[in-house]
Each structure stands twice: as C-alpha cells, then as structure tokens.
C-alpha cells in the first residue's frame, strides 16, 4: 500500500489515497456500459482524500450499488454501496500505475469473448459474488 495520486479527464476531481498494487476487474454488463468497454478496473483504497468530490454525479443503477463519475468530463470515479464510503476506484484515475497487476476478475460469465483472461488471475463468476454479497449483507443485518 502507498499512497497515490490521481485525477479524472478534465483535472477537476482530484484525489490522494492509500492504494495496492492489485487491480481487481469486474466484466459486469452494468460495467460495461458504465466504462464504455469493460471491465472495470479497479483498485482498493484506504483514507480518500478527494477535494473536488462536490462535481461528481451519483447514479443509482442497481438497488444496492452506487456509481459515481466526474459530472462535467464523465470520468468513471468509483463504485460502491449506497450510504458507505468506496472502498475501490478506478485504477486509470491514477497517475502512477506502476507495479500494479489484475489479481482477480469478478462476473467472468459476462466477459465478452473478445476481451482475454489476464493470466493468474482469480476467476468469480456471478454466483460467487452474489453469495458474498448475501453474506456481506448478512453480517451488515446483525
Ligand atoms: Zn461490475
Ligand atoms: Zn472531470
């Protein structure tokens, strides 16, 4: 973990957080659309630090999810559940990606079949993730 930098297209959102060095890409039909050609690359953070986070515009696509961009250049920002903080970003924001590699790639069923499989990567397929979502909601229930 290190902290990095980063910024969306037009420089308005800008951003320091402690960031990995694994990317996790998520081949979800709503990632697709959401990127312009997924996956979703996405890294995980910890203490955000996001000054210009006033000109970004939430998009509730899903019951649970929340997707947020850059409001005037539509820079994919982050995913993450409504009402809690993100806890991933998306990778290209930052300026240096250096020393980072997909470790995992989630909804593997919906990967177009021109997009490969990156190469030691875990693959999870979306029942997998759906039962972590039942757990994770589960442990948030009690
Ligand atoms: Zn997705
Ligand atoms: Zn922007």
Redesign the pocket.
């Given at each position: 973990m290190a902290r990095k930098t980063g910024q969306c297209l037009h420089g308005a959102v800008t951003f320091t957080a402690v960031v990995g060095d694994t990317i996790q890409a998520?081949?979800?039909v709503?990632?697709q659309r959401?990127t312009g050609g997924?996956?979703?690359f996405a890294v995980a953070i910890e203490n955000l630090e996001m000054p210009g986070a006033e000109s970004m515009r939430d998009h509730h696509a899903s019951e649970r999810g929340e997707r947020t961009v850059c409001g005037t250049c539509g820079s994919t920002i982050y995913?993450k559940m409504q009402g809690k903080a993100p806890q991933i970003l998306a990778a290209g924001l930052l300026d240096d990606q250096s020393g980072m590699r997909v470790t995992e790639e989630?909804?593997v069923d919906y990967r177009p079949s021109w997009i490969p499989a990156f190469g030691g990567a875990r693959q999870s397929a979306e029942a997998d993730e759906m039962a972590k979502l039942d757990a994770y909601l589960a442990s948030q229930s009690t």
């Open positions: 998520c081949h979800c709503q990632c959401w997924g996956p979703y995913w989630i909804f």
